[in-house]
């Protein structure tokens, strides 16, 4: 999975999935731009541990629902690394909170929509324009977006059904210069789940799996590799399950 001489864009890069993808990118060769909204921590020290392993990273603050912003990340990438981008990975996103559909109003439903949503059309909008043929976008979606998610997360579920479907539109009108394929984890052991997932629940999800375990962000950060890669360059428009086969599709 060489990625020598690659750039790519990581967004939600500083923790978690995301922090795991900009490793294993950079492990391959890429050259890694970090965006966080608000885990700094995380992406400095993935930059340093970038830097410190002979590669090129930059960490860069910032709102992806914010044109503004996305608009400076592309900007500051092609700057700094004097290339186009070749492999755009959307990780942004989240459930915001757990509520009913009784309990939701709309400005709940249109935050959830713009933090996964919307934040993605931005970040193709602005990207897109300076990608480079054979490149690829990694979106994330979820098993929620084929399930329709636990309690309380209707609107992320109705989100990343979204994302689901954005990828196969991007993937027919962007192909065949731009492969864009999705993402959709199951039940990964993240700050997510130990936000929103009680204990009890996810023990019950890992040991219904046939592999018994919670998935890991370095899991996930192979699959991104490979799907980044060469090596996957006939596979675009795939919505692709990692869940240790608790749900198959």
Known sequence: MNLNGKTAIITGGGRDIGRACALRLAQEGAKVAINYHSSGDGADSAVAEIIAAGGEAFALQGDMTNPADVQKLISETQSRFNSD???????????VARKKFGEMDAAHWNAVMDLNVTSLFHLVSAATPHMSEGSSIITFASQAG?????????????????VMTMTRG??????PKIRVNALCPGMISTDFHNTFTKDE???NVANATPLKREGSSEDVGNLVAYLASDQSAFITGACIDINGGILFS
């Open 201 to 203: 629940v996810r023990k």
């Open 146 to 162: 084929r399930d329709g998610g636990g309690p309380g997360a209707i609107a992320y579920a109705a989100s990343k059904g979204a």
């Open 85 to 95: 981008i070749d492999v755009l990975v959307h990780v942004t996103g989240g459930l």
């Open 170 to 175: 991007m993937a027919k009108e962007f192909g």
